[in-house]
Nanobody, 113 residues
Framework: QVQVVESGGGLVQPGGSLRLSCAAS????????MSWYRQAAGKAREVVAV????????NYIDAVKGRFTISRDNVEKKTYLQMNNLKFEDTAVYFC??????WGQGTQVIVSS
């Protein structure tokens, strides 16, 4: 089981950038696929990016392809989400997790002009 704490959110203008961090604990972190999720107001939580245990493979939903980059550091036990060219529709609370349903507090991203 992996426990996580998300950070790095904030308020940015459209076209701006943010880098989210997910600090993990647990001895199994390096063997886990990690994902970033988001939940916008009035919408269901959705996965936005996935990274394999070694970091060799990544996948993204179409809405963020070319703009977001997921990465990880298995020594530091951290997962990152670099978000560039942010759009209004990226506004959401962002979470990370290993698919077990154990979530951190999330970090709020607001994109507004």
């Amino acid at each position: 089981q992996v426990q996580v704490v998300e950070s790095g959110g904030g308020l940015v203008q459209p076209g701006g950038s943010l880098r989210l961090s997910c600090a993990a604990s647990g001895i199994t972190f390096s063997s886990r696929v990690m994902s970033w999720y988001r939940q916008a107001a009035g919408k269901a939580r959705e996965v936005v990016a996935v990274i394999s245990s070694t970091g060799s493979t990544t996948n993204y939903i179409d809405a963020v392809k070319g703009r977001f980059t997921i990465s990880r550091d298995n020594v530091e036990k951290k997962t990152y989400l670099q978000m560039n060219n942010l759009k209004f529709e990226d506004t959401a609370v962002y979470f990370c997790g290993d698919g077990s349903g154990s979530w951190g507090q999330g970090t709020q991203v607001i994109v507004s002009s």
